[in-house]
């Protein structure tokens, strides 16, 4: 967590929760007790489904050097590209046409405008609500994170 303290969570699909299969989990929420650990059984339904899709849309654009159109573009130059384009999204965007009129100003690969947005949420540079699906071709408020 953010102040230090360490949680233990085990991930198991309801299914798989048996009579045997939960005492097991008891043994284990002993030993992290011991050891003054918050430990928790975390199932799908403990998981919003619109947060785990807005993350799976996401994850793969943390880095970007590994994203078609970055391949010849240095950290620099990355870098430059990320902070010039948060600046341009912040407030209420609609991101396909943010990163439409972006990419023809800086030259960029269509579909690279997107990308760094998603790489800004990923990366956590910015705040959206992933409570609510990520939509490119409706209005986003997007906020700048607070280090």
């Keep these: 967590m953010r102040d230090g303290t360490i949680l233990c969570r085990t991930i198991k699909q309801c299914n798989d929760l048996t ?14 007790d011991k050891k003054g650990i918050s430990w ?15 993350i799976e849309l996401v994850y793969q654009f943390y880095d ?3 994203i078609k159109g970055f391949e010849k573009l240095n950290i620099e130059q990355i870098k430059e590209l990320v902070l010039d384009f948060k600046k341009y999204i912040l407030g209420k965007s609609i991101i396909r046409e943010k990163a ?4 023809e100003q800086m030259l960029l690969e269509s579909g690279c405008g997107i990308s760094i947005f998603k ?6 540079q910015v705040y959206i609500d992933m409570l609510i699906p990520i939509s490119i071709d409706k ?5 700048e994170r607070e280090e």
């Design 19 to 32: 009579k045997r299969q939960i005492d097991k989990f008891e043994i284990e929420r002993r030993y992290w």
């Design 40 to 54: 928790k059984v975390v199932t799908e339904r403990n998981i919003d489904k619109v947060m785990a899709n807005n």
């Design 64 to 66: 970007l050097q590994t």
């Design 100 to 103: 439409s009129d972006f990419e």
């Design 119 to 124: 790489h800004l949420v990923i990366t956590k």
């Design 139 to 143: 209005e986003i408020l997007i906020l």
